[in-house]
């Protein structure tokens, strides 16, 4: 029994590589569709935030947060510290609102759903269906024991939320999983209590932004005592040309309450460049649990670097309850140019926060990823595990911050950053910063820098394994302890991720 | 039948040649070993016959059943049924040791237009061999070679090639660092192997060896060269008196 349950989770690989064989073409999301839409007038104004304001429908505080943030914003200046190399932004050449026109007024059920909208999440393979979710990573002939899984999807498509799977079911367990422009509505004090304390507006310049124009995104809010029975997700599409995704999600998990969260995120391609700057907050209450996972892979432009996401996100978690814990698991393989740090606040006393990243750039892209960990309680713990893998033309930075305050007594940090390198015009930096101002405390960390070993690739050949699956094969390995964080329900699509974004850039 | 004729190596990356002009012709079911001091290239010319890169063929042929495999790639070499032992077996962390033979012997079997093995009736063969080559479950389940004992890597290399069923098989100081029980069990292993229509070329420094796999040939290799063949008691002559009377 037990062995069979090896062989499933074993079996990865072999799945992996036959996966990534038939799909030949390496970014399968880049197609468009056509569809009916409406936009806002293009630029940045006043003018813009009240309309997107008023086409949500949204009540006066909420206008007036967003107002306050964009008053501050046309005062900031984008930030210049990463180590990113990208032509300018011209706030006033995109679109802030797209909607398609279907969804004028929110349909009901997702029979009401335009088809062609349908049709690109059954294309993307995302269940807008409340079907079961068979677990992607367990192969037919040994799923006997397993049960399928639900999973629940919150898609978002341009600036609006198309719909939210199984909701019923989780109210009845008083799981709140809707939209953020609903959840404004129908919740507002829940709302009005949370947003912007974990990411305030003056957080920084693309959080700023984000605080004035949100368009939609995902809320969540978990009982006290309530464990969550199946997986939430948000599935983001970028769709419309020129236009501009700022999404908000809230994820709150009461006392002693889990959650497990997972968002998706794709593009099509195109030869400009889209702007996606997302705010997520996190708040985890006495004994609550968060895991968040990410599988990033909007379009990362094409080989000679055109085009493709500037991805800017901010997101953080706040551990403000005592022995509350969130997990941040991300695997990045899309997008131009990402600048993104998960981040925990270790607020409450014992609480704990961990990272695990795979964090990959190929051709021309650009990553500067990794997290904080602020330690503020006592005991708390943190762990971060990063994997950064470069390729072509790449330029992929780790950047993290653990910072333990006086006052945290008795806290660990444990880093650990591998770095691999594919061919040698490509580049990986680590850039660790570590403070620890509390003599009980202690940090670790670890770094290494490797290339793709040719004994190990002749070793693979040796055994009859050809070139392109045996980098994939090594690849995975080299990720396995990331990939092993993800929901099983993901683990397998993110290992062809994994394989697939790196496709070619061996021999 | 597997033959090498008049081959002559460089190693690219110190443009030094290291192979001076061997010859050797192995008929099926024959087991041929060949003995050398130190440095007088046996891996050099294991790794030109798996067609490692960085191995320059200056001269000379290497055939499989009168068919040059020089333009072979090594993982077409090793469908075709060239399997290497190594001399010092490579480490590939997270890769589960059981998937990678999976992904080795289905790869393999894709190439020669055989149907896949799925999960269950790899297993099956699996227990079966590795129970006979005394290799636990445990071993199968751990990332490849990482943290193996020197007798667990070489063990988990004849189990390999138990698995992968190749019609010439290169070992490569397979009993080097073994004890005599680890290496009893990894000659009942080759022995079990041998059959009419698969053969050995087995590189070793110790005599000790070929009191457990008989070879049919024992050839002498210093400086690139084969300089003298015989049968099993010229391995006996080298235990007794070194290789310095026969290097002059
Ligand atoms: N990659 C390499 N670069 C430089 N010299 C090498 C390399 N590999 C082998 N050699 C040299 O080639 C010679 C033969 O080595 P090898 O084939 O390993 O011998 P053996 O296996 O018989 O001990 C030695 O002199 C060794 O130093
Ligand atoms: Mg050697």
Redesign the interface.
Known sequence: MS?LK???K?????ET?NSVKSLGESYKYGFTTDIDMEYAPKGLSEEIVKLISKKNDEPDWMLNWRLEAYKRWVKMDEPNWPMLNYKGIDYDDQYYYAKPKSLEKKPKSLDEVEPALLETYAKLGIPLKEQEFLAGVI?P??NKDTKPKKVAVDAVFDSVSVGTTFKDELEKLGIIFCSISEAIKLYPDLVKKYIGTVVPRSDNYFATLNSAVFSDGSFVYIPEGVKCPMELSTYFRINAENTGQFERTLIIADKKSYVSYLEGCTAPMRDTHQLHAAVVELVALDEASIKYSTVQNWYPGDENGKGGIYNFVTKRADCRGANSKVMWTQIETGSAVTWKYPSCILRGDNSQGEFYSVAIANNYQQADTGTKMIHLGKGTRSRIVSKGISAGKAQNTYRGLVNIHPKAANSRNFTQCDSLLIGNKCGAHTVPYIENKNNSSRTEHEATTSKI????L??????????E?AVA??I??????VLQALPMEFALEAQKLVAISLEGSVG | MFEIKDLHVNISEVEKKIINGINLKINPGEVHAIMGPNGSGKSTLSYTL????GYEIEKGDIELDGESILDD???ER??KGI??A?QY??E?????N???????????RK?NGKDEL???EF?KILREKADYLNVD?EML?R?LNVGFSGGEKKRNEIL?MAL?EPRFCILDETDSGLDVDAMKQVSKGVNSLRSEDRSFLIITHYQRLLDYIKPDFVHIMAKGKIIKTGGPELALEVEDQGYTHLLN
């Open positions: 062995e090896l062989e499933a074993d079996g990865i690989d072999q590589i192969s002939e040994n070993d040719d004994d190990q002749f070793y693979c050949l040796q055994r009859g394994i050809n070139e699956d094969l090594i995975n390995g080299f990720c396995k302890e | 798996s067609g490692k890169e790639e090594p993982d090793a469908a399997f290497l190594f077996p490579i590939i962390p997270g890769v589960g059981l998937s990678f033979i999976r992904t080795a012997l289905n790869s393999q190439f799925n999960p269950a297993l479950m389940k990332p390999q992968l």
